[in-house]
């Protein structure tokens, strides 16, 4: 995340118990689909639901030791900084 996304105050957008652990749900937010991460053990992480390589959607995006992989191309991304930490994918997110 950019210093600028951590700025955006928190919104409501869904139940702790709307998102499985290790499981995600895009929320429409503000015009936007952010995509909802319930990490494996526990904690909750927001993106937007855009890969930065062709922009598609993370939705189904595996989430491992956190990171989230995309689902169509398997770039993945550190969900703590937002970085891109494998090809094909080399802007964050």
Known sequence: MTEQA???PFRFVA???DV???KTKCVPLEGRNVLVIHMPHGGFKAIENQCSHEKKS???GRIRAGKIVCPH???NFDLETGKAMS???VLPI
């Open 58 to 60: 993370m939705e189904g």
């Open 87 to 89: 090809a094909p994918a």
């Open 15 to 17: 139940k702790t118990t």
């Open 20 to 22: 499985e652990p290790g």
């Open 73 to 75: 191309h398997g770039a």
């Open 6 to 8: 951590a700025e955006i």
